[in-house]
């Protein structure tokens, strides 16, 4: 009897044993997945927050550049329409600064979709851009553009040809000196023809005329504006988007 006794008291302590560590293993567990859950919860709820100040910062980014698009185009095209390099239709001209109502909004949103693009494209190719990158360079470029565009409505040469080959030295050259990148290059070329043929079209279907035109519809200097402007834009939407990862790191 007493050795029965003991074997049940050992059986006992034993079965305890094994209950007192199965309990602390599911209080482990549970205690783990709690965890688990929380650092879950933590960075889904920072991801979040991570993804909508980036949409944030993509919207404000891209309403600056459709306002910077919008003045461009009105002060620009005054200047064109003053010098009769452009002619509208009579109906339009009593339109805000003499223009055409739809071209401040296209040329905004141009503006906008190529300021976006460029640092998109920097960041894919893995070609951050930081040549000459501060704000006083940014407005230097838009000066110089602003310029290269008086100049295609006041310089006078014996034919159009020279005047384009001027207008593209003073493009390559706002290019080599505001910007100076492989993509930056290849979007302003890629913007020249784009803008360029979408222009053939609507002067082809008389939404607007060129006096004196020389390349097909257009002015042949056209893809030089073309071109220096896409690189202005470029510049303001890196310089834009340099100022939203900073404020990202100091969040």
Not at 161 to 179: I, M, P, R, Y
């Amino acid at each position: 009897m007493p050795r029965l006794e003991e074997h049940c008291w050992s059986r006992s302590c034993a079965s305890r044993v094994e209950s007192k560590h199965f309990s602390g293993g599911n209080w482990v567990a549970s205690r783990a997945e709690e965890m688990m859950s929380i650092v879950t919860t933590v960075l889904s709820n920072a991801y979040g927050s991570l993804h909508s100040v980036r949409t944030a910062n993509l919207i404000r980014r891209g309403l600056v550049l459709f306002t910077v698009g919008v003045v461009l185009a009105l002060v620009l095209n005054l200047l064109q329409l003053q010098r009769n390099v452009t002619l509208f239709p009579e109906e339009v001209m009593a339109t805000l600064f003499s223009s055409a109502w739809w071209i401040p909004p296209c040329c905004g949103t141009a503006a906008a979709v190529v300021g976006l693009l460029y640092p998109c494209i920097d960041s894919h190719l893995g070609e951050p851009h930081k040549f000459k990158r501060e704000w006083a360079s940014v407005m230097r470029c838009i000066a110089v553009f602003v310029g290269i565009n008086h100049a295609s409505a006041k310089l006078h040469f014996a034919n159009n040809a020279q005047l384009s080959l001027t207008l593209a030295a003073l493009s390559l050259g706002l290019w080599w000196t505001f910007d100076r990148s492989r993509s930056g290059f290849g979007l302003g070329i890629g913007t020249a023809f784009l803008a360029t043929v979408i222009t053939q079209l609507l002067v082809y279907n008389g939404i607007y005329q060129y006096t004196y035109p020389d390349f097909l519809y257009v002015r042949s200097w056209l893809p030089c504006i073309f071109f220096s402007g896409g690189v202005t834009v470029g510049n303001i939407g890196r310089q834009l988007a340099m100022g939203g990862v900073e404020k990202l790191h100091s969040d």
